[in-house]
């Protein structure tokens, strides 16, 4: 991966406004900007950790293409006629190394990464200041809220990728080589520990920042997947104020966002602008707006549909299919519209048994607009939740394990399971349970290939074992950094 200048980092996104950002601070013209005289006070701090999360929302990741790339490798979707060509190729694994959206994911979470960088690699300077200018709590969780993020960057790459160059704030400039996939998990955690030991409780930090509680759940997470479920249930167990919402819709609505369940989620406010919402990998336009209620809204773009096997999948009378999907004779628009059969009319005339209604407008609107302000939830507790029943079920026993997954399954009105299960039968409850709580959300592609089901899930779609597990490493990427070559191309590319 190329190394861009600090200067370059400072100029092209310290400043950029996005949901995080404090719009009262004071601007400076970023040419006059360099290291030797930045971070002379708080603002300046935290506009440089702001500019961090500025990728977060940009078109690459959560602004558009990621959920369209997980949702569709999962197969929880299927796509309209109307999609464009190359969302189907992940639905169908036709993609390859010149993928121009696979390329422009590695690269927006690689200028996330160097924004980090550019933070952490001036800690010296940021401690130089005083106490009464900024207090040594409040630069520990600046500089954790940059390892956070960091985290997050590497952790998006690291599972699309396997092993990817390896850059902090000590690396040279120049080109770095591929690292190994171990050693990218070593510096998440490392991260993720430092985070957890400095962030601020979420009581007490502002809305949309990373937290304590969010930097625990992290790290809970990649110990599971590292299959290391004792110390994973621990972090889990230590996280407090959390709980679920008592209304599951009420996670995927505009104006009940950063509730009790809510753990991190990346912001989107209209308010702030969205003439950059089609951009690139920069992070630093107007991308205050992502487009998921346009491309998945059946009354308006009508992209992809959720797929027959997932609507299988709910139980009767569980309360989450109603908040998940809009099914002919819904009333929308609070109340004073109905969902027609016309309205799930795809391309080619297909009438589609229903649509996508997490995330979506039109429990408000008549119609999307082009983007929206809805928050997009990455970490939720009910998520939580369902990660502490498969490390119980793992390190304790499926006794310890059902109360987890009970708690998850009263909220949707489903009956409890019984304390007998066997271990088999709590983890198949717990597959069934993460796929209909978690229904496009972008955890289930994961979900399958960690617990080794992609395979037989995917039969029949071109899903090939063996390569599609990883993406490929993006021809730009070989092309302009000299220590990585063709030799070090994932496999099957």
Not at 158 to 164: A, E, L, M, S, T
Not at 255 to 260: A, L, S, V
Not at 297 to 313: C, I, K, M, Q, T
Not at 434 to 451: C, H, P, S, T
Request: proline share 4%; aromatic share 12%.
């Amino acid at each position: 991966m190329k190394i861009y200048r600090l200067i370059l980092i400072i100029a092209l996104g310290v400043f950029t406004m996005n949901s995080c950002s404090d719009k009262d601070l004071e601007l400076v013209n970023p040419n006059e900007l360099s290291p030797e005289t930045y971070f002379a006070n708080e603002a300046q701090v935290a506009a440089s950790v702001n500019a961090v999360y500025a990728n977060l929302n940009t078109n690459p990741l959560y602004g558009r293409l990621i959920w369209y790339m997980m949702d569709n490798m999962s197969h929880e979707q299927g796509g309209n006629a109307q999609q464009e060509a190359d969302k189907v190729t992940f639905y169908d694994f036709s993609f390859d190394s010149s993928n121009d959206q696979i390329a422009n994911f590695w690269e927006s979470c690689y200028r996330g990464i160097n924004k980090a960088n550019f933070v952490l690699g001036n800690i010296d300077r940021i401690n130089e200041l005083s106490e009464a200018e900024l207090s040594t709590t409040r630069k520990n969780k600046y500089i954790a809220e940059a390892r956070f993020l960091r985290a997050h960057y590497y952790w998006l790459l690291v599972n699309r990728f396997g092993g990817i160059p390896l850059l902090d704030e000590n690396t040279a400039p120049g080109g770095t080589p591929i690292s190994p996939k171990s050693d990218i998990i070593a510096l998440i955690i490392e991260d993720l520990k430092f985070a957890k030991a400095n962030l601020l409780p979420k009581a007490e930090e502002e809305n949309g920042r990373a937290t304590k509680g969010a930097a625990q759940a992290f790290l809970g997470k990649v110990l599971l997947y590292e299959k290391q479920y004792g110390p994973a249930l621990d972090e889990f167990k230590a996280m407090s104020g959390y709980d679920l919402e008592a209304d599951y819709y009420d996670n995927f609505k505009e104006e009940t966002e950063y509730g009790i369940e809510s753990v991190f989620e990346i912001a989107y406010d209209l308010t702030l602008g969205t003439d950059d919402k089609w951009g690139g990998v920069e992070g630093t336009g107007k991308t205050h707006g992502n487009l998921r209620g346009q491309d998945y809204g059946n009354l308006d773009w009508f992209n992809v549909y959720p797929s027959e096997d997932l609507l299988a999948e709910f139980e009767p009378g569980d309360k989450r299919f109603a908040a998940s999907f809009y099914v002919i004779g819904d009333t929308y628009l609070n109340g004073t519209k109905t969902m027609e059969e016309k309205d799930f009319k795809e391309n080619g005339g297909n009438i589609r048994p229903a649509a996508w209604k997490k995330y979506q407008n039109y429990y408000k609107q008549a119609s999307e607009n082009q983007e929206s302000g809805i928050n997009v939830k990455v970490i939720r507790y009910a998520d939580v939740l369902l990660m502490m029943a498969e490390c119980a079920n793992e390190a304790e026993t499926p006794a310890d394990a059902i109360p987890y997954i009970n708690r998850v399954r009263a909220r949707a009105g489903v009956p409890a399971l019984p304390t007998t299960l066997s271990k088999e039968q709590v983890f198949e409850a717990i597959v069934h349970e993460r796929k209909v709580e978690l229904a496009g959300e972008q955890v289930r592609f994961d979900d399958l290939l960690r617990w080794g089901r992609a395979a037989t899930f995917l039969a029949g779609t071109n899903f090939q074992v063996g390569k599609n597990e990883l993406w490929p490493i993006p021809d730009r990427e070989i092309a302009s950094n000299p220590n990585v070559t063709p030799a070090d191309q994932n496999p099957g590319y």
